[in-house]
């Protein structure tokens, strides 16, 4: 069965420390690793890795994919209360057309 | 401009009653799908419609039962509900050609289901 884990399952920080989250997976048919931010809606779009060893980048976020070891790590450095939320991380599955999800990370950035 | 948009954002019922949830997409996509997130925040995929044709359904109850009248909409309809369908529903909208998914899945912002 296709699986993403991500770790930590709850992290609290105080503002203007750097945070790592972490990604792994086990799936059949590998495409591509997206990670998303949901605050009280619906989760919104921040990164899609498809290549090994490329790092994505946006403002303070980062991210990174081994597509040997089979995990993504996203940093976010000097963390703002505004970082708080629930990081998913999904797997797209080559030919199904679907996400598998991890069970998300929860981050609470403390002023 | 709303990009994926669902109806009711709440929606509060008595077990055993059967309800409906809306979602339309104003993208241009043909791949649409719904999600159901538990209390632990997880994102479990339910169903997924391309062009109006059902290609994902993953052990879901025949209970649930997806219909898409065009491929700007597709609704969920819920019978007899239970307990273990209070949640909050996502739908989601996407890209795909010749069964690949072009880009990143956008959704609405979730009907929050309460089953009492």
């Known amino acids: 069965e296709d699986k993403v884990v991500q770790s930590p399952l709850s992290l609290v920080v105080h503002e203007g420390d750097t945070v790592t989250l972490n990604c792994s997976y086990e799936?059949?048919?590998?495409?591509?690793l997206l990670w998303y931010k949901q605050e009280k809606k619906a989760p919104t779009f921040l990164f899609m890795l498809t290549s090994s060893g490329i790092e994505k980048k946006s403002g303070r976020l980062s991210s990174i994919l081994d597509k040997k070891e089979l995990f993504s790590i996203l940093n976010i450095t000097a963390t703002q209360t505004g970082d708080s939320a629930i990081y998913l991380c999904?797997?797209?599955?080559?030919?199904?057309?679907?996400?598998?999800f991890g069970q998300g990370t929860r981050l609470t950035i403390n002023p | 401009d709303t990009a994926v948009s669902q109806t009711p954002k709440y929606l509060v019922t008595q077990m055993g009653n059967d309800k409906s949830i809306k979602c339309e997409q104003n993208l241009g996509h043909d791949t649409m799908y719904w999600y159901k997130q538990d209390s632990k925040k997880f994102l479990k995929i339910m169903f997924s419609?391309?062009?109006?044709?059902?290609?994902i359904n993953e052990t879901v109850p025949n209970r649930f039962s997806p219909k898409s009248p065009d491929k700007a909409h597709l609704n969920l309809h819920i019978n007899s509900l239970e307990l273990g369908d209070s949640a909050v529903y996502f739908c989601a909208s996407s890209q795909a050609l010749a069964g690949v998914i072009l880009d990143t899945q956008y959704f609405g912002p979730g009907t929050r289901l309460t089953v009492l």
């Open positions: 999904a797997v797209l599955i080559q030919g199904a057309q679907k996400l598998v």
């Open positions: 799936v059949t048919n590998f495409r591509s």
């Open positions: 419609y391309n062009n109006k044709e059902l290609i």
